[in-house]
């Protein structure tokens, strides 16, 4: 039975790649910081359903507890098959007006995690000779989103690290790809209005918001697909068409 981990992974998107994940037979492992009702939840409604789940508690910003739970994952389940770097952070606000704890907490929750997580996963995935990473980016990481500067940087690192990465783990038969989804109905857009939801839907070609569903199955797909490295698929409805 092969092992993934979702970082992020008791909401949203993450939340829908661990069932998608879980209900395809993997070992699921869920990261969570703070969601620990959401991740006790999801844990009980697999496990009766008879999946194999484990969640963890970190705080994917402190090298030491993300070092702790990639040790508890290979002592429990030997080798690590599939790394999603789903946790992150966002915040509307305007240039002019981001502070400095501002931008260090973006690039830290958005960035830094990515590179901890991954650099305590991938010698596990080396010397097994395998392995899929897949980088939850955004969009705005492609074309940049006003009043989301930090944001839209981050996002943006992390899809240059996916391609460097991915030319240096090929010769050890290593996937890395991200995804660059749009607008998802989650948790993360909740700062938007309905009216200005229902704006963009309207500058969306398909008329209408992602599900953190349709994300999810093309992570996976992803993940499985061994011919495909190095890449970033848009899912936004054609909004950057």
Not at 64 to 93: C, H, P, R, W
Request: one cysteine or more; a neutral charge; hydrophobic letters at 40%.
């Amino acid at each position: 039975m092969k092992t993934v981990i979702v970082t992020g992974g008791a909401k949203g998107i993450g939340r829908a790649i661990a069932f998608e994940y879980a209900n395809s037979g993997y070992n699921v492992i869920i990261n969570y910081k703070t969601s620990e009702k959401e991740a006790n939840l999801i844990k009980e409604e697999l496990i009766k359903q008879g999946k194999s789940v484990e969640i963890y508690k970190a705080d994917l910003c402190k090298k030491e507890e993300v070092e702790n739970m990639i040790k508890f994952v290979e002592k429990k389940y030997k080798t690590i098959d599939v790394l999603i770097n789903n946790a992150g952070i966002s915040q509307i606000k305007p240039f002019a007006d981001i502070e400095e704890d501002d931008w260090d907490n973006m690039i830290n929750n958005n960035l830094k995690t990515v590179y901890l997580v991954t650099k305590s996963v991938i010698n596990n995935m080396i010397n097994q000779k395998n392995g899929s990473i897949v980088n939850i980016s955004s969009i705005w990481g492609l074309t940049g989103a006003s009043c989301e500067v930090h944001y839209s940087a981050a996002k943006a690192a992390i899809i240059g690290m996916t391609k460097a990465l991915a030319k240096e783990m090929a010769l050890s038969n290593i996937n890395v790809n991200a995804i660059a989804p749009g607008l998802i109905k989650t948790d993360m857009n909740s700062e938007l209005k309905k009216e200005e939801l229902e704006e963009i839907e309207e500058d969306i070609p398909l008329k209408r918001m992602g599900t953190p569903e349709e994300i999810a199955k093309v992570v996976k797909w992803l993940s499985e697909t061994k011919y495909i490295t190095g890449q970033v698929i848009r899912i936004d409805g054609g909004w950057l068409m």
